[in-house]
């Protein structure tokens, strides 16, 4: 089974991740894991912080001479915003967040965890453990290449404006979208998204969107019918909606598809000459009764306007009792572009488990077997 854990707090000295049940001999560079680090950072709307911070990993256990070695894998990733905090932690010099921020984890999680403090759950609500997570992701990328499994992403929304997306093989659009700021494939948009990004700043207010993740040449039959908890659908709807301001998922399209009839809707199968089963179409999104149909995965999520805005909202000081208005803290104007990276990696995480659950075996050798 693989598994994995973070820990770590957003201006804490570190975060940590331990990856658990990847098979030995997989190839394991720590370049390209820093290269999925950097691409989590860009992106328009994104805060200071992005500025202080430039991640890179460490591997501490499990893998040696560049290969996994079958034992869990330690991940590290250093905050340097930590030593800008570190002494007023020591010194408890910072004052206690008391009034929640509307749309955050601050109120149920002070609520939760009788704590009278909500910069004790902030610190590890905020979406800073998603470095961490695209680290994980990255190594679970490798696994996947191995069998010719590829994933990217790209930004659909932001906001008010729709992305035209042009019609091109997955790994086109992919590419297009690394070379925006905005991680979206339709250049003639990118002005009036930013302008709308940089409107929304300007008047102290946050935007959210959606974005699509696509993965290619999957085998048939990952997940399974049998049990509600190894639907690949579920799995995939879990990781992607774990994933800070995550709000709705939909795999291929879900939503236009509950309007239509179901002769317009379901994929028909086909068989070639040389007896190979396919589809025409793809409105399944590449998942049928909770398993993979060999069809391209197709994912979309919708990523609310970030909590944290200048505009002041109604709550109320947990201290006194009476209402007030929260602090401002930093905060994206909008994260979407870095939020579909992060997507991948879960999406990746989740076909590399399946993948697995699927074939087993305790090394890459024995896997491709």
């Given at each position: 089974m693989l598994r994995f854990?973070?820990?770590?707090?957003?201006?804490?000295?570190?975060?940590?991740?331990?990856?658990?049940?990847?098979?030995?001999?997989?190839?394991?560079?720590?370049?390209?894991?820093?290269l999925e680090?950097?691409?989590?950072?860009?992106?328009?709307?994104?805060?200071?912080?992005?500025?202080?911070?430039?991640?890179?990993?460490k591997i501490l256990s499990g893998v040696i001479n560049g290969k996994s070695i079958g034992s869990p894998i330690a991940l590290q990733i250093i905050n340097k915003d930590w030593e800008n905090w570190k002494e007023k932690w020591k010194q408890r010099s910072l004052p206690k967040l008391t009034i929640p921020r509307p749309g955050h984890a601050?109120?149920?999680?002070?609520?939760?965890?009788?704590?009278?403090?909500?910069?004790?759950i902030l610190e590890r609500a905020s979406a800073?453990?998603?470095?961490?997570?695209?680290?994980?992701?990255?190594?679970?990328?490798?696994?996947?290449?191995?069998?010719?499994?590829?994933?990217?992403?790209h930004v659909t929304s932001i906001g008010s404006i729709l992305a035209t997306v042009p019609e091109l093989p997955y790994?086109?659009?992919?590419?297009?979208?690394?070379?925006?700021?905005?991680?979206?494939?339709?250049?003639?948009?990118?002005?009036?998204?930013?302008?709308?990004?940089?409107?929304a700043s300007n008047n102290g207010d946050t935007l959210g969107g959606i974005f699509e993740i696509n993965a290619i040449n999957i085998p048939v039959g990952l997940g399974s019918h049998t049990h509600w908890d190894r639907r690949l659908d579920t799995k995939i709807s879990a990781a992607l909606m774990s994933i800070p301001a995550i709000k709705g998922v939909?795999?291929?399209?879900?939503?236009?598809?509950?309007?239509?009839?179901?002769?317009?809707?379901?994929?028909?199968?086909?068989?070639?000459?040389?007896?190979?089963?396919y589809h025409k179409t793809n409105r399944s999104g590449g998942v049928e009764g909770g398993m993979s149909n060999g069809s391209p995965i197709v994912v979309r999520a919708a990523m609310k306007p970030i909590a944290t805005i200048g505009t002041?909202?109604?709550?109320?000081?947990?201290?006194?009792?009476?209402?007030?208005?929260?602090?401002?803290?930093?905060?994206?104007?909008?994260?979407?572009?870095s939020a579909s990276i992060i997507g991948e990696a879960m999406l990746s995480w989740v076909l590399a488990s399946a993948l697995i659950e699927k074939y087993g075996g305790d090394s890459i050798e024995e896997m491709l077997r």
């Open positions: 854990l973070t820990a770590g707090e957003s201006h804490g000295q570190c975060l940590i991740a331990i990856v658990e049940g990847l098979p030995a001999n997989l190839i394991i560079d720590e370049s390209e894991i820093n680090l950097s691409r989590r950072q860009k992106g328009y709307g994104r805060n200071t912080r992005m500025k202080i911070e430039n991640d890179k990993v601050d109120y149920p999680g002070m609520e939760k965890y009788n704590i009278d403090d909500a910069r004790l800073r453990e998603t470095a961490v997570r695209v680290a994980v992701g990255a190594i679970t990328r490798s696994l996947l290449k191995v069998f010719g499994i590829k994933i990217g992403s790994e086109e659009l992919w590419l297009l979208a690394d070379k925006s700021e905005l991680h979206t494939a339709d250049k003639t948009s990118e002005q009036k998204i930013k302008n709308e990004i940089l409107n939909e795999i291929g399209p879900a939503f236009n598809n509950a309007q239509l009839k179901g002769s317009e809707v379901h994929d028909e199968i086909f068989i070639n000459e040389n007896k190979n089963i002041p909202l109604n709550s109320v000081d947990l201290s006194t009792g009476t209402p007030a208005n929260p602090l401002y803290q930093r905060s994206d104007v909008c994260a979407v572009p």
